[in-house]
């Protein structure tokens, strides 16, 4: 009878655990998508586009077209910074002032992004490696995260010269 007990016990005690475990996973979840929701609420505050995807599936990142990421590269009056995770040995014109950081060290690095709040435009060879960078980088914390696809095989300028500044250091402007 004893024994029964005691397994019993070690039973119920097992499912606590469990318990636990799921309420923990549920309150990060929760805790997470009340983040995301509220830098959705700032973003459209401050009048930015956002993709229906944003809102209605909980992404936590936008993708924008080059063609929108072109624009708003030329503009001074938008403040932001670009991000280029492509491989070291990519060979193609890059963003000259672009923050470099190949994907394969950014879990490391992130931290040479200078700002937490400033929008952040991720650029890739193809964009599919700034896709994953979006991914890891909202896990770090980062919320304003826009990512480029197509990424330089289809960047407007990439037949023009890419490596001037258009104004934007040290410009704050509204963001975008």
Request: proline fraction near 5%; glycine fraction near 6%; charged fraction near 25%.
């Given at each position: 009878?004893d024994?029964k007990?005691?397994?019993?016990?070690?039973f119920?005690n097992?499912r606590?655990?469990?318990i636990?475990?799921?309420?923990t996973?549920?309150?990060?979840?929760?805790?997470?998508?009340?983040?995301?929701q509220?830098?959705?609420?700032?973003r459209?505050?401050?009048?930015?586009?956002?993709?229906?995807?944003?809102?209605l599936?909980?992404?936590?990142?936008?993708d924008?077209?080059?063609?929108k990421?072109w624009?708003i590269?030329?503009?001074?009056?938008?403040d932001f910074?670009?991000?280029?995770?492509?491989q070291?040995?990519f060979?193609?014109?890059?963003l000259?002032?672009?923050?470099?950081?190949?994907?394969?060290?950014?879990h490391?690095?992130?931290?040479e992004i200078?700002s937490?709040?400033?929008?952040v435009?991720?650029?890739?060879?193809n964009?599919?490696?700034?896709?994953s960078?979006?991914?890891?980088?909202?896990?770090?914390?980062?919320?304003n995260?826009?990512?480029?696809s197509?990424?330089?095989?289809?960047?407007?300028?990439?037949?023009?010269?890419?490596?001037?500044?258009?104004?934007?250091?040290?410009?704050?402007?509204t963001?975008?």
């Amino acid at each position: 009878m004893d024994l029964k007990i005691f397994q019993m016990l070690e039973f119920i005690n097992s499912r606590l655990n469990n318990i636990e475990k799921n309420i923990t996973r549920m309150d990060e979840k929760l805790d997470f998508s009340i983040t995301l929701q509220r830098n959705h609420l700032v973003r459209i505050k401050n009048g930015e586009e956002l993709d229906d995807n944003m809102i209605l599936m909980g992404r936590p990142y936008n993708d924008i077209n080059p063609q929108k990421a072109w624009s708003i590269y030329n503009n001074p009056n938008i403040d932001f910074l670009v991000l280029d995770v492509s491989q070291k040995s990519f060979q193609g014109n890059r963003l000259k002032e672009a923050i470099q950081i190949p994907l394969e060290e950014l879990h490391v690095r992130f931290v040479e992004i200078p700002s937490k709040t400033v929008p952040v435009m991720i650029i890739s060879e193809n964009g599919l490696r700034s896709i994953s960078a979006c991914e890891l980088l909202v896990k770090k914390g980062f919320f304003n995260i826009n990512n480029i696809s197509g990424g330089y095989e289809f960047w407007p300028g990439k037949e023009e010269s890419i490596s001037y500044n258009n104004g934007r250091e040290g410009n704050p402007g509204t963001d975008f």
